[in-house]
């Protein structure tokens, strides 16, 4: 029996035999992971326009009808409070579009 102390030593020793032996294969796809593609300023003026549906807001529970009513009329009680969130995000998010539209043309004077 192998002492908790001593287990990672074992462990580790163990699967040096079996890799010297041809037990493991080699993994396959550990190149760089690709880097994500660069949202386009039109693609990011659409994400900062934040618009709720609340025709959306629902309950996948097998009697779901009373819970996505009693979240409905809850959504409608805060409704001014939701979209007053709503402006100051958006407001934010329009803003800071226009800072990082404004470093894109500092940076390539070309663009309009």
């Known amino acids: 029996m192998t002492r908790p102390e001593d287990a990672l030593d074992a462990a580790r020793a163990a699967a040096s035999r079996r890799r010297a032996e041809g ?58 409070y939701t979209t007053e969130l709503e402006a100051q995000q958006t407001r934010f998010n329009v803003g800071v579009l226009g800072w990082l539209e404004e470093r894109e043309r500092e940076r390539d004077p070309g663009r309009p």
């Open 23 to 80: 037990g493991y294969a080699e993994p396959e796809g550990l190149e760089e992971p690709p880097v994500p593609e660069r949202p386009s300023l039109d693609q990011l003026r659409e994400w900062a326009l934040i618009e709720v549906d609340p025709s959306l807001v629902y309950s996948t529970r097998r009697l779901g009808g009373p819970v996505t009513f009693a979240k409905r009329m809850l959504l409608r009680l805060l409704r001014q």
